[in-house]
């Protein structure tokens, strides 16, 4: 009974997958420091959302809103609100799953123990990759303007207008399939 529990168990161990980081889950919007939400980003605060869409849609969505015709579509956007004028730059992140897997790496050891292999010999690491990675993408966006350099930090004059603005803009573009319907909605 207890040799049976102990090969359960061992199977269990090496069967398993360790998770070393998940990616976070925003239900509707996230403000936060650009660099504290993913390395690279802008220190600025940042409107973050997922991004269920594959990727470039944002970008096709933008440029046909905003009628950039391919030019300055991730920097510099212009926009108005209360006839004042604004500017927004956006990024797509994606933030992966990662996970260890054992069972491939103890079997790899096992096997090569077996064979009598001095040097080591990946059979299931290299095909099954020791990490699996699934993505989670999301939109991240920072507002700024001639009189305000973030335009989201809590002491910003224009942040409850711009949180308003950018949740709009979130709807839009997650409810609009045709982004040529956006331009005749403008």
């Known amino acids: 009974m207890r040799h049976s529990l102990f090969l359960v168990s061992l199977f269990v161990l090496f069967h398993s997958c360790i998770p070393l980081r998940?990616?976070?889950?925003?239900?509707?919007?996230?403000?936060?420091?650009?660099?504290?939400?993913?390395?690279?980003?802008?220190?600025?605060?940042?409107?973050?959302?997922?991004?269920?869409?594959d990727a470039g849609h944002f970008y096709e969505y933008v440029n046909t809103k905003f009628q950039l015709n391919d030019?300055?579509?991730?920097?510099?956007?212009?926009?108005?609100?209360?006839?004042?004028?604004?500017?927004?730059?956006?990024?797509?992140?994606?933030?992966?799953?990662?996970?260890l897997n054992l069972a491939p790496a103890m079997f790899d050891i096992v096997l090569n123990g077996a064979l009598g292999n001095e040097e080591f010999e990946p059979y299931l690491m290299e095909s099954a990759n020791n990490f699996s990675r699934k993505g989670h993408w999301y939109i991240a966006i920072e507002v700024y303007s001639d009189s305000e350099n973030d335009?989201?930090?809590?002491?910003?004059?224009?942040?409850?207008?711009?949180?308003?603005?950018?949740?709009?803009?979130?709807?839009?573009?997650?409810?609009?399939?045709?982004?040529?319907?956006?331009?005749?909605?403008?």
């Open 22 to 53: 998940i990616a976070p889950t925003i239900e509707d919007y996230k403000v936060t420091r650009g660099k504290k939400f993913k390395r690279g980003l802008s220190k600025r605060q940042m409107f973050i959302f997922e991004d269920p869409k």
């Open 151 to 186: 335009c989201l930090s809590l002491n910003a004059l224009s942040r409850e207008a711009v949180l308003n603005y950018l949740s709009a803009l979130k709807k839009e573009y997650l409810s609009t399939h045709n982004y040529n319907e956006v331009v005749f909605k403008n």
């Open 71 to 99: 030019t300055n579509v991730y920097d510099d956007i212009p926009f108005k609100i209360n006839e004042e004028q604004y500017f927004f730059a956006w990024y797509e992140i994606e933030i992966a799953d990662k996970t």
